[in-house]
């Protein structure tokens, strides 16, 4: 399956346009890697446990777009945006949302 944020595909004519399909993930942050994530950020460091964190929920949420746009028949999802946020009570969760247009490309 193609992904991309941007309207159109080079060299591919999409044929069909299949509707919006979306994704989202939260995960919890652990208390013990806040705690490290916190030290790391005070002497410059970069926050790894966080990147981790990051990169699972983005994977989760494109696969759910992804698993959406297969199901309406799409080969394709155009014009993808991702959204972070943190959500719950401190800002204890991390949520990534993937949104985009299915499409059905010429083959």
Avoid at 3 to 29: C, R
Avoid at 58 to 63: H, L, R
Avoid at 79 to 99: F, I, N, R
């Amino acid at each position: 399956m193609l992904i991309t944020t941007t309207n159109t595909i080079e060299g591919k004519k999409i044929v069909q346009y299949l509707g919006l399909v979306s994704g989202e993930a939260i995960v919890g942050a652990n208390i013990f890697k806040d705690i490290f994530a916190s030290i790391r950020d005070i002497v410059g460091g970069r926050s790894a446990a966080y990147e981790k964190e990051l990169r699972t929920a983005k994977d989760i949420a494109i696969n759910e777009m992804v698993e959406q746009a297969k199901l309406l028949g799409g080969n394709a999802v155009i014009a993808v945006d991702l959204d972070y946020e943190t959500v719950g009570q401190g800002g204890s969760m991390l949520m990534v949302s993937a949104s985009g247009t299915a499409v059905k490309l010429e083959e």
